[in-house]
C-alpha cells in the first residue's frame, strides 16, 4: 500500500541532488559556523557540534503520545510488517526508543553500540548515560518505506512520579533532542483519552520550538460514532490551545491507523481522506529534506551569533582581577536588561534570544583571555555566508571582509597575543618611569601612547582593539 514511498520517479532523482546539498552544507558548517561555536562555547550552553551523519542521514520521523495511543501500531501500519522489537498491548509496553532503520537483515543494536557508531545520527546520545542508552535501540530490518525515511518510536508518556523519576534519564531533554533533528513529529492521541496530564503537556511545551514540524493524529476514531467524534475533536483542540502557543492551528488527522476493519464504518471516506492527507505529508520529506536541513542550519547560526554577542557582553563587563563572583552573579541576575541592549545596538529580533531562565541557570564559565581579541571577526563572517545581507558585513572601504577559516583564525590569535604582550610590557615601564619623575598612573587612557603597527600577517583592525582592552589600571 505505501510502496510509493520507494518508487516515486521525482524522489529517485533527490539523492543525488540531496547529496551535493549535503556537502556544501557539511562545509560550511565546518568552516564558518563550527569554529565560532567553539570560540564561545556554545555546545556548552546548546545543542553540541554537528557530525557528518548529521547532515546525510535520511529524513526521521517522530512519534510522541501517552501510552497506549498506538505509536507502535501506527509504525506497523506505515511499514506493512512488524519489526524487531516491536510490542504492542493495552498496557505501558514499549518501554525505550526504538529507531527503525534500514538494514540488509533484521536486526537490533543495543544504544551503547549504537552512539558509537559515526555512520549513525546518534553519537551525541551518549550525554545522557547508560540508564538512557540501556533504553535505546536501533531496529534494522529491509523495507520500501524505510529507504526514504526512518522512524523513531518513544515510550508512552507517563502519569505522576513515574514518568519523573523512575525513567532514570531527562526525558523531555531526550526528545527535545530528536526534535531538533527530525524532520516531523507526530503528536498522537487516544479519541477515548483526551486528558493531556502534567507530564504530556511538559513535553509538548520542550518541543515549543518545532510548531511547524508537528502534526497531530486523534487515533481510534472508529471506535465514536459521529456526533462523538465531533465533540471529541473540538475538546482535543481546546486542549492543545492551551497548550501550543502559536496562532496557527496544528493540523489534526482523524482516522484509525490500524490494518483493522473500522468498528463504526460511517466516516469511512473521512478516515480514508485524512489518510491519504498525512501519507502525502510522510511522502514529501525525502523531497525537502536538503531545505530542511538548510533551514535549520540558518536557525542554529542566528542562535550561534545572538549567543556570541551575550557572552561578549558579559565578559565586557567582567573585571580583570577582584570581584569576579560577586560582579557574574549581577550580571546573570540583569540578564534580561543585556537582552535588552543587545537587541537595540544589534537590531536583533527578540525572538532570536536563547531561553532567559536557561541561560541564567547554565553555569557560566570564564573564557580564556584570547576571546576579548578575536570577538568580531568570528561574529562578522556569520551573516554574510548564512544569512545572505552583505550590506552589513561590507568594509568602509566598500569591500568584503577576509574569509575566515580556522587557520586564519589561530594565527590571527596567535598574533593578537604576541602584540598585546609586547605592548604591555612597554606600557607597564612606561607607568614606572612616570612614577619615578611623580606622575599618577592609571587613571589616564593609553590612546595616545604610539604603539609599533600590528604584525603584517595579522589582519588589520586590531590596534582599535587593544587600546580599548589597555585601558587598564596597572
Not at 551523519?53 to 512519534?63: G, Q, S, T, W
Not at 530542511?292 to 557572552?311: E, G, M, P, Q
Not at 596567535?414 to 610590557?425: A, G, M, Q, S, V
Request: glycine share 6%; net charge neutral.
Amino acid at each position: 500500500m505505501f510502496s510509493w514511498l520507494g518508487t516515486d520517479d521525482r524522489r529517485r532523482k533527490d539523492p543525488e541532488v540531496f547529496q551535493t546539498v549535503s556537502e556544501g552544507l557539511k562545509k560550511l558548517y565546518k568552516s564558518k559556523l563550527l569554529p565560532l561555536e567553539e570560540y564561545y562555547r556554545f555546545h556548552e550552553f546548546h545543542s553540541p557540534a554537528l557530525e557528518d551523519a548529521d547532515f546525510d542521514n535520511k529524513p526521521m520521523v517522530l512519534l510522541v503520545g501517552q501510552y497506549s495511543t498506538g505509536k507502535t501500531t501506527f509504525i506497523r501500519y506505515l511499514l506493512e510488517q512488524d519489526f524487531p522489537g516491536m510490542r504492542i498491548g493495552p498496557e505501558p509496553t514499549t518501554d525505550s526508543f526504538i529507531a527503525v532503520m534500514q538494514g540488509d537483515t533484521e536486526g537490533i543494536i543495543p544504544g551503547n553500540a549504537l552512539v558509537v557508531d559515526p555512520k549513525k545520527p546518534f553519537r551525541k546520545l551518549n550525554v545522557f548515560g547508560n540508564a538512557f542508552l540501556n533504553r535505546f535501540v536501533c531496529a534494522q530490518l529491509p523495507n520500501a518505506v524505510l529507504e526514504s525515511i526512518s522512524v523513531i518510536d518513544t515510550p508512552g508518556i507517563l502519569s505522576g512520579e513515574k514518568q519523573r523519576i523512575s525513567r532514570g534519564y531527562d526525558f523531555a531533554a531526550v526528545l527535545e533532542w530528536f526534535a531538533e533533528r527530525v524532520d516531523r513529529i507526530i503528536l498522537l492521541f487516544d479519541a477515548h483519552k483526551l486528558d493531556i496530564s502534567d507530564e504530556f503537556s511538559e513535553v509538548i511545551k520542550a518541543l515549543k520550538n518545532h510548531e511547524d514540524k508537528m502534526r497531530v493524529v486523534l487515533n481510534k476514531a472508529d471506535q465514536i460514532e459521529t456526533q462523538q467524534l465531533m465533540r471529541v475533536y473540538g475538546a482535543l483542540m481546546w486542549s492543545l490551545g492551551k497548550i501550543v502557543n502559536t496562532p496557527e492551528v496544528i493540523r489534526v488527522y482523524i482516522g484509525s491507523f490500524w490494518s483493522h476493519p473500522l468498528l463504526i464504518p460511517d466516516n469511512r471516506k473521512l478516515f480514508e481522506a485524512e489518510e491519504q492527507d498525512l501519507f502525502r505529508d510522510i511522502q514529501s520529506l525525502p523531497r525537502n529534506a536538503a531545505l530542511r536541513k538548510l533551514n535549520d542550519l540558518i536557525k542554529r547560526a542566528r542562535l550561534a551569533k545572538v549567543h556570541a554577542y551575550i557572552i561578549s557582553s558579559l565578559k565586557k563587563e567582567m573585571p580583570s582581577v577582584f570581584g569576579k563572583d560577586n560582579k557574574k552573579k549581577e550580571l546573570v541576575n540583569n540578564l534580561a536588561e543585556i537582552y535588552g541592549r543587545i537587541e537595540r545596538e544589534h537590531q536583533i529580533s527578540p525572538g532570536d534570544f536563547p531561553n532567559l531562565k536557561r541561560m541564567q541557570v547554565t553555569k557560566l564559565r570564564g573564557s580564556k583571555p584570547r576571546d576579548h581579541m578575536s570577538w568580531w571577526w568570528s561574529m562578522e563572517e556569520l551573516p554574510s555566508e548564512l544569512q545572505g545581507d552583505s550590506s552589513q558585513n561590507q568594509r568602509q572601504g566598500g569591500g568584503p571582509r577576509p574569509v575566515l577559516t580556522a587557520a586564519a583564525t589561530a594565527q590571527q590569535v596567535e598574533c593578537e597575543r604576541e602584540f598585546y604582550i609586547d605592548t604591555h610590557k612597554r606600557l607597564k615601564k612606561m607607568s614606572l618611569e612616570l612614577h619615578e619623575h611623580g606622575h599618577e598612573t592609571g587613571k589616564g587612557s593609553y590612546d595616545s601612547v604610539d604603539t609599533r603597527p600590528v604584525p603584517s600577517s595579522c589582519r588589520e583592525g586590531t590596534v582599535g582593539d587593544l587600546r580599548f582592552l589597555l585601558r587598564l589600571k596597572l
